[in-house]
């Protein structure tokens, strides 16, 4: 699996309504019929949050929900990109002149990550251009990954336009790398997925180097998604970054304390892979070495004996220079004990016991209130739902992606899945004005769907 490629199908597409309705849609707009499809999933994390660019693994699974571009390779150098979404207005440029505006997180940048991660890393300068078309369904700033969906559909597509050849693996690194274009300081967990996810299982992700493994979910359990309808765009706010940076600065503090060469690490996993320890121990070194008080940027160039100006040209990132504290017992606490959950869940799942449902609920639950009160990436509406989720049978429920706002992720016994629906349908959704333009899609069952796919017509 690791030098395949994305699959390659070939599709009557009138028999498909979306492509169809997606086909009929390019030709209004570009008076033409495109030459082939690429589909790349969105994903719920079910456990492992925030900690994949800690260098930890991850327990995703892909959903069905996904981007869907449909595209022409053409003579010109000009790459033409439209939406199905009236929200998103067209947007044109020249392929071998690739400006990507951190300051905006727009919607067409995303494309433009994907297309630039290729065009880079195969370091080419003549490039055609081409038309695409993008209909996506999964609902924006949800924290079902729609961004990095974009991200690795516009890779798969300048890679099948170019006729290269790459493995899901090195698309997925090549995808996690160029998203950071657009200013976001993330991990690889949502690229991985997108390109290495198989129907019926969800996956271990690991780093360094990149691997997945399948992880067999309880049979008598269904993960439920729901939409908190708070969108959060994690390359519009610095929450995001300030956390990756806390992260950061948590290492090299540990590494001081230890004795080792903190200057060269960057990730609270290489201090644990440098010391030897075990998890449990790194959470016993976060007590004694930090304190639970913030840092200021002061005393933390005290502890590293270094100089405010080095702090921020050398450590911190772009848009972290004016923090004024930093959490950097609370970060470490929630990254080291969200890892050793990511590893229980996947043991419960292997020795799969009676009370497995619960067991992993447990553990959902845990890594809510870490989230919630060491990570502090919750917010009010997720707090209401996950307790509304766990009032109507949910044995486990947790928020799901950055945080701040988006979805949750719950896992219900499957005798319980439709009162449960009913319940928190009426409890969250109802009796509020939510936002429900994605109402279909604020509550639903998911089961791990399949990966990044090309379609050609049959």
């Known amino acids: ?14 028999e498909h309504p979306r492509l169809m309705k997606l086909k009929e849609m390019f030709n209004s707009k570009f008076g033409s019929i495109p030459k082939f499809y690429v589909r790349a999933p969105g994903r719920v994390n079910i456990i492992g949050e925030h900690i994949d660019y800690c260098g930890y693994s ?3 699974m892909a959903v069905e929900q996904d981007m869907l571009i449909a595209v022409e390779p053409v003579e010109t150098q000009t790459l033409q990109l439209a939406n199905t979404n009236p929200l998103y207005p067209d947007f044109s440029t020249n392929a071998n002149n690739i400006q990507i505006d951190k300051t905006k997180p727009l919607w067409h940048n995303y494309f433009l990550c994907g297309f630039k991660g290729i065009q880079e890393h195969f370091g080419l300068s003549n490039l055609t251009g081409m038309n695409c078309l993008v209909d996506g369904n999964i609902p924006p700033s949800s924290g079902l990954s729609s961004s990095s969906a974009l991200v690795c559909c516009a890779g798969l597509v300048t890679v099948t ?10 698309l997925a690194e090549i995808c996690a790398k160029s998203e950071r274009y657009i200013g976001t300081e993330g991990g690889g967990m949502d690229q991985s997925i997108s390109f290495l996810a198989e129907e019926g299982t969800a996956k271990l992700i690991e780093f360094s180097p990149l691997r997945a493994t399948d992880v067999k979910l309880p049979s008598g359990a269904v993960f439920v998604i729901a939409n908190s309808c708070v969108e959060m765009n994690k390359a519009a706010t610095s929450h995001f970054n300030i956390r990756v940076m806390e992260c950061r600065l948590a290492a090299k503090l540990l590494a001081k304390y230890k004795g080792l060469q903190w200057d060269k690490i960057l990730r609270l996993e290489e201090v644990q892979a440098k010391l030897g320890v ?4 790194m959470l016993g070194i976060v007590e004694d070495a930090l304190h639970p008080s913030p840092y200021s940027p002061e005393e933390v160039c005290r502890c590293l004996g270094i100089s405010l100006q080095e702090l921020r040209t050398q450590v ?3 848009n972290t220079q004016n923090v004024l504290i930093f959490k950097l017992y609370q970060r470490a606490k929630h990254v080291y004990s969200e890892a050793a959950r990511v590893l229980q869940f996947k043991k419960i799942c292997e020795e799969a016991p009676d009370n497995t449902v ?4 447990d553990l959902m639950n845990q890594s809510h209130v870490s989230c919630r ?3 502090e990436c919750s917010c009010p509406e997720l707090d209401q739902l996950v307790d509304i ?15 701040w706002g988006g979805c949750t992720v719950s896992i219900v016994p499957a005798d319980k899945l439709s009162s449960f629906l009913a319940n928190v349908h009426e409890a969250y959704y109802q009796r509020s004005d939510r936002n429900l333009t994605f109402e279909k899609q604020s509550l639903f069952a998911t089961k791990p769907g399949g990966g990044a796919l090309v379609f050609l017509e049959a």
């Open 1 to 14: 699996m690791a030098t395949e490629g994305p699959a390659t199908r070939r599709v009557r597409v009138a």
């Open 358 to 361: 619960q067991l992993l609920g």
């Open 389 to 403: 989720c766990r009032k109507f049978g949910a044995q486990g429920s947790r928020l799901t992606g950055a945080g």
């Open 278 to 281: 075990s998890l449990e121990e």
């Open 316 to 318: 911190l990132s772009p």
């Open 373 to 375: 009160d060491m990570y």
């Open 161 to 170: 336009v170019l006729g290269m050849n790459l493995s899901k693996v090195e």
């Open 58 to 60: 991850v327990l995703p």
